[in-house]
């Protein structure tokens, strides 16, 4: 069975860090990019960026450049989502999601092309 499991969402308040990790199963991880999209109430879900598991070569959006940062631990199959100095605007629901492809720019837009989607966790940002 294929699973996305996301952890790691909470409240923090303006200009703290997370870490969000999404732990892969039931496929061939090194196959794969993965990435990490969120969406905040009433808006639409975006792409904030992704990693090709195998060269970790990496794509950002740039609302999250120079704050957000992505990398794996192909041992435990788990992509990390490193969040620092958040803002408000970052509150929403962040989901993993896996295709396997590369990751490049065009990831980020490709909703309907993934294989595979988590559930996704909560991160609320305080002002």
């Known amino acids: 069975e294929v699973q996305l499991v996301e952890s790691g969402g909470g409240l923090v308040q303006t200009g703290g860090s997370l870490r969000l990790s999404c732990a892969a199963s039931?496929?061939?991880?090194?196959?794969?990019?993965i990435g990490w999209f969120r969406q905040a109430p009433g808006k639409e879900r975006e792409g904030v960026l992704c990693i090709t598991v195998s060269d970790s070569s990496t794509s950002y959006a740039d609302s999250v450049k120079d704050r957000f940062t992505i990398s794996s631990d192909n041992a435990k199959n788990t992509v990390y989502l490193q969040m620092n100095n958040l803002k408000p605007e970052d509150t929403g629901v962040y989901y993993c999601?896996?295709?396997?492809?590369?990751?490049?720019?065009?990831?980020?837009?490709?909703?309907?092309?993934?294989?595979?989607w988590g559930k996704g966790t909560l991160v609320t940002v305080s002002s």
């Open positions: 999601a896996a295709r396997e492809s590369l990751c490049i720019p065009y990831f980020l837009r490709d909703y309907d092309g993934m294989d595979y």
């Open positions: 039931g496929f061939t991880f090194d196959d794969y990019a």
